[in-house]
């Protein structure tokens, strides 16, 4: 409604795009304090030091999102072949 002064205008895309998003971005840094204490736990529970465990759980992510990512491209239809095509208009009515 109002605009505001140039001393007051909020950060450009350019210096937001600089700032990672917590989401992909899993690590001790990027954690709250209850988040990162749950993953101590989680960590003493496997014997592991907490940076250790936030490593493995960023692999594992990321080997799951590369896991979605290829059965996406799996399922997409390939083109069936000429005979295949040729069978499947012989068989439509006229």
């Known amino acids: 409604m ?3 002064s140039s001393k007051e205008q909020a950060p450009t895309r350019a210096a937001t795009a600089a ?3 917590t989401s992909s971005a899993i ?3 990027a954690t709250s304090a209850a988040k990162l204490a749950y993953e101590a736990r989680r ?3 496997a014997g592991v030091s907490l940076d ?3 490593a493995d759980k ?3 992510v990321r080997a799951e999102q590369e896991a979605e990512r290829k059965a996406l491209q799996a399922k997409q239809p390939v083109k069936s072949g000429l005979f295949r095509r040729l069978l499947d208009r012989a068989h439509k009515p006229i």
Do not use: C, D, L, S
């Open 19 to 21: 700032v990672p998003p």
């Open 58 to 60: 960023q692999k594992r």
């Open 2 to 4: 109002f605009r505001k």
């Open 43 to 45: 960590a003493a529970k």
């Open 52 to 54: 250790r465990w936030m």
């Open 27 to 29: 690590g001790a840094a």
